[in-house]
C-alpha cells in the first residue's frame, strides 16, 4: 500500500490545519493508523494513532489541541490540529503498522511550519 500525505503548510500561532492520508487501497481494518512527527535535529515522536477497531491515542503535548478520524469510503486518515504552536512545527508523516504481522508503511511526509 502506499500513502499520500497533503496538508501541510505555514500557520501562524493559534491557527489550524488539517492533515490528510490518503491509502491506496482500504487497509483501516488490519492496521493501526498513526501521525508521527518530526522536528529538525529531533527523534520522529508518535502524535496520534487509530487502532484497526477505532481506539484512540494522542501524545500528552497534543491533547485537547488535535483530533485524528478516518473516512473508510475514501480510505483516508485526518489529522485536524487547531491551536497550533511554533513547538507543532515539524515534517508529519503517516504510519500504517499491520496487525498481524508489524510491518509498517510510511507516507513521504509533509511540512508543517507555524510562526510565532
Known amino acids: 500500500v502506499q500513502l499520500v500525505e497533503s496538508g501541510g503548510g505555514l500557520v501562524q500561532t493559534g491557527g489550524s490545519l488539517r492533515l490528510s492520508c490518503a491509502a491506496s487501497r482500504n487497509i483501516f481494518s488490519i492496521a493501526t493508523m498513526a501521525w508521527y512527527r518530526q522536528a529538525p535535529g529531533e527523534e520522529r515522536e508518535l502524535v496520534a494513532s487509530i487502532t484497526s477497531d477505532g481506539n484512540i491515542g494522542y501524545a500528552d503535548s497534543v491533547k485537547g489541541r488535535f483530533s485524528i478520524s478516518r473516512d473508510n469510503a475514501k480510505n483516508t486518515v485526518y489529522l485536524q490540529m487547531n491551536s497550533l504552536k511554533p513547538e507543532d512545527t515539524a515534517v508529519y508523516y503517516c504510519?500504517?503498522?499491520?496487525?498481524?504481522?508489524?510491518?509498517?508503511?510510511w507516507g513521504q511526509g509533509t511540512q508543517v511550519t507555524v510562526s510565532s
Open positions: 504510519n500504517a503498522r499491520y496487525v498481524f504481522t508489524s510491518t509498517t508503511t
